[in-house]
């Protein structure tokens, strides 16, 4: 650039799209970013983090299950689309998600969950508790505008009196700066890379801010597939593996821009998204169901028992929704206790957390439970059953 000084940057909430690329150096204005073996990266990497959950909905949610959806709230609730299936936003069920009252934020963060119509039977996602220590490896997926097909280098005027005054001109390499512009289309895609030190108090407006950590968009050191967010991505999830465990550890919601810039990810820029541990409790108290309500219709009752019936002993791919109460790949007796512990109850909202925790602890069976068992077991033998709530 023409001028010594540090880049001015501004932090602007974003719909974004992951620029994901093979690690590597811009040599010349041929060189072209490259996503090989996994198509674009647009299909869930062998080691899956849980790229099915991340959906789209013009940008981007994250479901985390029992039907419930997270996303930025400066975007909609809205209808989404996973797996090429379009489930319905559920009417009324949007909620803004709070910051923490002694930190000086604004009252509301840049969090929204929102309920869908239907089960889309997907794996519900853990949200982290513990933070992540500084340079860890994470995983960013988001439903945005495809990148160009080739990088581009720009020659930069800088006025750092009058932001309106930075002028771009595309040059031959290496040139002030170098990264891509946006491309026609969009769809979710997946990218790595590392978190930097320290924790971000970010505000978007005076009724918005949110805690969050931060990626930054490097062409030299970078990761496998480094990622960026841009224009299409808000919503977007970040992913990190605690030993052999994917977590949820983030939303994507804003990023740094340089003044006047074009509509381009250019290296050297950060990405900030919200760090999850902060606010799981407040989505945990929100989302976690009645135990035994596989229907998620907030009550615990016959309906919910031929379901578990239906796949009973059964662990190939089996969730919540077919009678896996206590989530761990199986449909057995202690699914029946959870059940059983909750027979008759309702709820007046799927997000009955103190409820469904005493659900899931019950330190042995009641005379309900002890019952549904035998019947559970009666009902599975009957043939028609299993195609009935097949798994799907």
Same mark, same amino acid.
């Given at each position: 650039?023409?001028?010594?000084?540090?880049?001015?940057?501004?932090?602007?909430?974003l719909?974004?799209?992951l620029?994901?690329?093979?690690?590597?150096?811009?040599?010349?204005?041929?060189?072209?970013?490259?996503?090989?073996?996994?198509?674009?990266?647009?299909?869930?990497?062998?080691?899956?983090?849980?790229?099915?959950?991340?959906?789209?909905k013009?940008?981007?949610?994250?479901?985390?299950?029992?039907?419930?959806v997270?996303?930025?709230?400066?975007?909609?609730?809205?209808?989404?689309?996973?797996?090429?299936?379009?489930?319905?936003?559920?009417?009324?069920?949007?909620?803004?998600?709070?910051?923490?009252?002694?930190?000086?934020?604004?009252?509301?963060?840049?969090?929204?969950?929102f309920?869908?119509?239907?089960?889309?039977?997907?794996?519900?996602?853990?949200?982290?508790?513990?933070?992540?220590?500084?340079?860890?490896?994470?995983?960013?997926?988001?439903?945005?505008?495809?990148?160009?097909?080739?990088?581009?280098?720009?020659?930069?005027?800088?006025?750092?009196?009058?932001?309106?005054?930075w002028?771009?001109?595309?040059?031959?390499?290496?040139?002030?700066?170098?990264?891509?512009?946006?491309?026609?289309?969009?769809?979710?895609?997946?990218?790595?890379?590392?978190?930097?030190?320290?924790?971000?108090?970010?505000?978007?407006?005076?009724?918005?801010?949110?805690?969050?950590?931060?990626?930054?968009?490097?062409?030299?050191?970078?990761?496998?597939?480094?990622?960026?967010?841009?224009?299409?991505?808000?919503?977007?999830?970040?992913?990190?593996?605690?030993?052999?465990?994917?977590?949820?550890?983030?939303?994507?919601?804003?990023?740094?821009?340089y003044?006047?810039?074009?509509?381009?990810?250019?290296?050297?820029?950060?990405?900030?998204?919200t760090?999850?541990?902060?606010?799981?409790?407040?989505?945990?108290?929100?989302?976690?169901?009645?135990? $035994?309500? /596989?229907?998620?219709?907030?009550?615990?009752? &016959? +309906?919910?028992?031929?379901?578990? *019936? #239906?796949?009973? @002993?059964?662990?190939?791919?089996?969730?919540?929704?077919?009678?896996?109460?206590?989530?761990?790949?199986?449909?057995?007796?202690a699914?029946?206790?959870?059940?059983?512990?909750?027979?008759?109850?309702?709820?007046?909202?799927? $997000?009955? /957390?103190?409820?469904?925790?005493?659900?899931? &602890? +019950?330190?042995?069976?009641?005379? *309900? #439970?002890?019952? @549904?068992?035998g019947?559970?077991?009666?009902?599975?033998?009957?043939?028609?059953?299993?195609?009935?709530?097949?798994?799907?």
């Amino acid at each position: 650039m023409h001028d010594t000084r540090p880049p001015t940057r501004t932090v602007l909430a974003l719909a974004i799209s992951l620029i994901a690329l093979f690690t590597g150096i811009l040599t010349d204005k041929a060189w072209a970013v490259m996503v090989a073996n996994t198509l674009d990266n647009t299909t869930a990497p062998e080691d899956d983090f849980g790229f099915a959950n991340v959906g789209d909905k013009g940008t981007t949610g994250v479901y985390l299950g029992y039907r419930w959806v997270l996303t930025a709230a400066h975007t909609a609730a809205a209808d989404i689309k996973f797996n090429g299936t379009v489930y319905e936003y559920e009417t009324g069920t949007d909620i803004r998600l709070k910051n923490p009252a002694d930190l000086g934020l604004s009252e509301y963060t840049d969090l929204r969950l929102f309920r869908i119509t239907e089960d889309p039977f997907l794996p519900s996602l853990k949200i982290a508790e513990d933070r992540m220590n500084v340079w860890a490896d994470v995983v960013m997926a988001g439903n945005g505008v495809n990148r160009s097909d080739t990088a581009r280098a720009w020659k930069v005027t800088a006025d750092y009196d009058n932001e309106e005054n930075w002028t771009w001109t595309v040059t031959d390499p290496p040139g002030d700066l170098q990264g891509f512009t946006m491309g026609s289309g969009r769809a979710v895609r997946w990218g790595t890379n590392r978190v930097e030190p320290g924790m971000f108090a970010i505000q978007l407006s005076a009724t918005n801010s949110f805690l969050g950590f931060m990626t930054r968009f490097d062409q030299y050191g970078a990761t496998a597939y480094e990622a960026q967010a841009a224009s299409g991505d808000s919503g977007g999830g970040v992913f990190h593996k605690r030993g052999d465990q994917w977590e949820l550890v983030g939303i994507m919601n804003a990023v740094s821009t340089y003044p006047s810039q074009p509509s381009s990810a250019i290296f050297g820029l950060e990405t900030y998204s919200t760090d999850l541990t902060v606010y799981r409790d407040q989505i945990l108290e929100i989302i976690t169901p009645l135990g $035994g309500d /596989a229907n998620l219709d907030g009550a615990v009752n &016959a +309906v919910d028992a031929s379901i578990m *019936a #239906a796949h009973w @002993l059964r662990s190939d791919g089996v969730l919540w929704g077919h009678g896996d109460f206590n989530e761990d790949g199986i449909i057995d007796e202690a699914d029946a206790i959870i059940l059983g512990g909750n027979w008759g109850k309702t709820s007046a909202s799927a $997000g009955a /957390a103190g409820e469904a925790a005493t659900a899931r &602890a +019950v330190p042995e069976a009641s005379l *309900a #439970a002890v019952f @549904l068992i035998g019947c559970l077991a009666l009902l599975a033998r009957r043939t028609g059953r299993y195609e009935q709530y097949a798994v799907r």
